[in-house]
């Protein structure tokens, strides 16, 4: 099993053997589809196009599971960050109503796919909880609530007493629940989505980054750091907040951002009865949010927004520490077993994007903090594109890459945004 670095452990992360096989890439392979990036989309892409009859070869620069698909916090949450009114509104009433539909089964895209193939992963749907912190917050819940019970959604307000009961925390005024959504082991997702592609004919590699990518003589031939070539007809590449300088301008067009997130020891009898005591996740109204959950082993895991920069120790964790012991007071003095943090990626209209900067080269990327549903429906939809060609199948519109301007001073700024609005949500009641 791969050992992360320093401070990059989440409790999931123990000593287990991937059940999944890996192959070199052989001298003169030639496949329908290659996949770059081995997290839960470039999975599911392989996983699905293998289901429709491509051959494939993914190729991951690290191990499976090492990025943000296995350091994520494991929530399963339906939706995007914008509401279907406001779907509608920007991109028009048939491509908004597929992008509103596509976004509502995202969850039951990843709990459905677990069931198809008997996937050993952890798990649990009791739902996910938008916390309200304000007054303005909880109308805007009552919006959301509206509009997605308008179309049938298993959704519902919650009151201060509600959410107190369920959460187990202190100072909300209420929320919102979507029963919709679940929880999931991350890393035993990943894995086993590894192993089932395998299963299925994708051809895995791990530890050997593709390097170049160029088109010539009708295929794609892409070249690892090791040397190894694969030509391919088609190519997705799936390395959202990791990508590199191999698609030009992608990199530029993301915001990463930096999670950092703790887990608790095994909490006591009475508090583990008394926090989350109907296992859902969690995620509240601030502007830099924290989000938390039980384990199956019962640890209280719980993140938000960390330092741009690479942490240094412990202390590096000390807001999530804050935040915790915040919501939950009994928890002050609970011992903290695990500290990690991964990479995410933020676009600047915080909705996902498909590039498409070539034919027969795509890329998608920007999950806003939902990637396992987002991701893991976006790869069914991306290996139905590469097989059929059909830009219908997409459930967003292909768009030029767009870098930001002034790209390479995005630390700062993002390090003095999270400043400014943690300073604001300390302000408001």
């Known amino acids: 099993m791969h050992v992360p670095p320093p401070f990059s452990c989440p409790p999931w992360f123990a000593d287990r053997s991937p059940a999944y096989v890996t192959h070199p890439i052989a001298p003169g392979e030639e496949v329908d589809l290659l996949v770059v990036g081995g997290g839960f989309l470039g999975l599911s892409t392989a996983l699905h196009a293998r289901e429709a009859g491509l051959s494939v070869r993914l190729v991951e620069a690290a191990r ?13 949450i339906p939706g995007l960050k914008y509401d279907p009114e406001t779907l509608l509104s920007q991109f028009g009433d048939e491509l908004g109503e597929t992008l509103v539909r596509f976004a509502a089964g995202t969850a039951d895209a990843v709990f459905d796919l677990i069931d198809r193939h008997a996937m050993s992963v952890p798990r649990g749907r009791s739902g996910w909880i938008q916390a309200a912190h304000t007054r303005t917050a909880l109308e805007a819940q009552r919006e959301r609530n509206r509009q997605w019970s308008a179309r049938g959604a298993s959704v519902a307000l919650l009151g201060e007493h509600e959410v107190g009961e369920m959460t187990g925390a202190s100072g909300y005024l209420g929320g919102w629940l979507d029963r919709r959504a679940g929880v999931v082991d991350p890393l035993a997702l990943v894995m086993e989505l590894a192993r089932v592609a395998g299963e299925n004919g994708t051809l895995i590699c791990e530890d050997d980054p593709v390097s170049s990518l ?10 690892t750091r090791s040397g190894a070539a694969v030509a391919a007809k088609k190519v997705v590449v799936a390395t959202n907040a990791y990508a590199d300088g191999l698609v030009p301008g992608l990199r530029e067009s993301l915001v990463p951002l930096h999670s950092f ?6 909490l006591p009898p009475e508090l583990d009865a008394a926090i989350l005591p109907h296992g859902q996740a969690v995620s509240d109204s601030r502007r830099i949010l924290v989000y938390y959950r039980k384990t199956p082993d019962g640890r209280l895991a719980m993140g938000g927004r960390g330092r741009q920069s690479r942490p240094r120790s412990a202390s590096d964790w000390r807001h999530i520490e804050r935040a915790m012991t915040r919501v939950f007071p009994a928890l002050k003095g609970v011992k903290i077993d695990y500290r990690w943090y991964g990479r995410v990626a933020v676009t600047p209209d915080h909705l996902p994007h498909i590039h498409e900067p070539e034919p027969g080269l795509v890329t998608a990327a920007g999950c806003q903090g939902r990637g396992v549903g987002l991701m893991i429906a976006l790869g069914k939809r991306l290996a139905r594109y590469a097989a059929e060609g059909d830009r219908r199948i997409l459930p967003l519109p292909i768009q030029p890459i767009r870098p930001i301007p002034f790209h390479a001073m995005r630390q700062i700024g993002v390090a003095g945004a999270i400043a400014w609005y943690r300073l604001l949500d300390g302000l408001e009641r």
Request: net charge positive; no cysteine.
């Open 64 to 76: 499976i599971g090492s990025g943000a698909s296995g350091l994520n916090g494991g929530q399963v």
């Open 261 to 266: 997130q703790v887990a608790t020891a095994p």
């Open 214 to 223: 160029r088109h010539t003589g009708g295929l794609w031939h892409a070249t």
